[in-house]
C-alpha cells in the first residue's frame, strides 16, 4: 500500500507538529506520523521560557491564563546561600513571561494545530524504515500501523522522532560521544502550598539530609502547574563524575527529603504517578542535519540548550526552519537546484546556533568540576547585575540588533566562538 505526500514528519512532538504545521500553512501535503496516541506522557517540558512562547503564538495559540496556561515571570535562583528572583528580560523579540502546560496535553494540542492547518496526522503509526531508492536517498518511509506494514512516498522526510532518533540511525547516523549529554529525572507531587507559582525555581545546589547535608550532583527544579501540583526533577550532566554511575531516582528523593516537610515533597503519600527519566542530547550530537533526503528537527538532531537543558523552543525553531527550507526546495526541481536549498538548512542551524552552543559545550565540561560550580555560585550569586547577565546567556535571550550592553557582549561572544 502506498500513499503520496510532499512531506512527510516522523514524531509528533514540538518539532515534528510545528514543522507540519508551517508545511501545511504553506500549502504543502504533509504526514504526520506518531507511534503513540494522545494525549501521552512525556518527562520533560512543563516549563516553557520565553522563547518557547513566542514559537507557541506564531502557531495561533490562546496563552492566556482563562486557556489554561499558567504564567511565570522568570528563575528563581537557589544556590550558595542565596535566594535570587530574576525577572525575564524585556526584549523586542521575546516576549517577557513564561508559561507552564503539562505535556499531558502540550503535545496535543499542538499536533491539533497541524491538523488544523491540513496536515494529515496518524498516530499508533510506528515508523520502522526508511524507504531508499538506489541511490541511498529516503522517498519514502515504512510505518507499522494495527500490525501491517504500509509504505508512505514523499520527497523529503524530516525526522523529528526524538532522542532516540530511531529514523537518523537507520540512515546511518550516529550520535556523537564528544557532544554533551544529560539525563533528567522528574515527579509530580500535590503541594497546595507550591502549585502555583510567578517563578520557576533552579536549585543550583542539591543537599541530602539524610547523608549529612552533603552535596549532591547536579541541579534540580521545581515549579508549580496551577492544578495543586508541582513538578519536581533534577539533571545531571555527562561531565560530572556521578553520571552513569548514580541512581537518578534515589538521588531525587535524597534531595527532596531535605525540602520543608509542608511542600509536601518529602511525603510519599503526596506522589503522583511515578518517577520518569529521559536523555537530553545537547549541542548538535547528530549531525548532519541534512542529508540524502532527510532533515533532522529538535532531539532528533541533538538540538538541547547545553546551557540550560531546554528543548522544546529548539525543536520548534528548528521545526519552522525546516518548513521554509523545505516549501523553498521542493518548489524546485528535484536535482542540484533543489539540494543546494536544502543545503540551507544545516547551514543556518550552523548560523543560528553553533558559535552559541560551542560556548555551551565548554560551559558543560566547566560546571561538571564541582569545584568550579562552587566557586562560581558562591561569588556570582550575591550579584544581581552579573546573574541577569547569567541568566539571558543561560536561556538565549537576547534582542540579536540593539539591545542592551549584555545582549551585545553575549550576542559579541557567540559570533567569535567557532562554531560546533
Known sequence: MTDEADVIVVGAGPGGSTTAYHLAQHGLRV????????????????GLTPRAVKQIVKLGIDTSPEAGWLRNKGLRVIGGGVRLELDWPELASFPDY??????????????????????????????????????????GVVAEIDGEAKEFRAPLTIAADGVSGRFPLAMGLAKREDR????????????????????LESWLELRSREAGDNLLPGYGWIFGMGDGRVNVGLGVLNSSAAFGKTNYRRLLT?????????????????????????????????????????????????????FNGEGIAYAMESGELAAEVAVQ???????????????????????????????????????????????????????????????????????????DAMDRVINAMTRVAPAV
Open 31 to 46: 504526514l504526520l506520523l506518531e507511534k503513540t496516541e494522545f494525549p501521552r506522557e512525556k518527562v520533560c517540558g512543563d
Open 180 to 199: 554533551p549529554i544529560g539525563v533528567a529525572v522528574r515527579r509530580y507531587y500535590r503541594s497546595p502550598l507550591r502549585h502555583e507559582d510567578d517563578y
Open 329 to 403: 526546495a521542493l518548489a524546485r526541481p528535484a536535482g542540484p537546484a533543489r539540494e543546494r536549498a536544502l543545503a540551507a538548512y544545516p547551514a543556518e542551524l550552523k548560523a543560528r546556533y553553533g558559535g552559541y552552543y560551542r560556548l555551551g559545550n565548554i560551559f558543560v565540561k566547566l560546571i561538571g568540576n564541582p569545584q568550579i560550580m562552587k566557586i562560581a555560585t558562591r561569588h556570582g550569586m550575591p550579584h544581581p547585575t552579573l546573574m541577569r547577565f547569567v541568566l539571558k546567556l543561560l536561556a538565549n535571550l537576547t534582542d540579536p540588533r540593539g539591545g
Open 98 to 139: 513564561g508559561l507552564v502546560r503539562t505535556r499531558l496535553d502540550f503535545d496535543d494540542m499542538l499536533a491539533k494545530q497541524a491538523v488544523k492547518a491540513g496536515a494529515v496526522l496518524h498516530t499508533k503509526a510506528n515508523v520502522t524504515a526508511p524507504v531508499l531508492d538506489g541511490t541511498g536517498r529516503a522517498v
Open 254 to 306: 535524597d534531595w527532596l527529603g531535605s525540602t520543608p516537610p509542608d511542600w509536601g515533597m518529602t511525603d510519599e503519600a503526596n506522589a503522583d504517578g511515578p518517577i520518569l527519566g529521559a536523555a537530553l542530547p545537547m549541542g548538535f550530537n547528530r549531525v548532519p542535519h541534512y542529508t540524502r533526503g532527510v532533515l533532522l528537527v529538535g532531539d532528533s538532531g541533538g538540538m538541547v540548550n547545553p
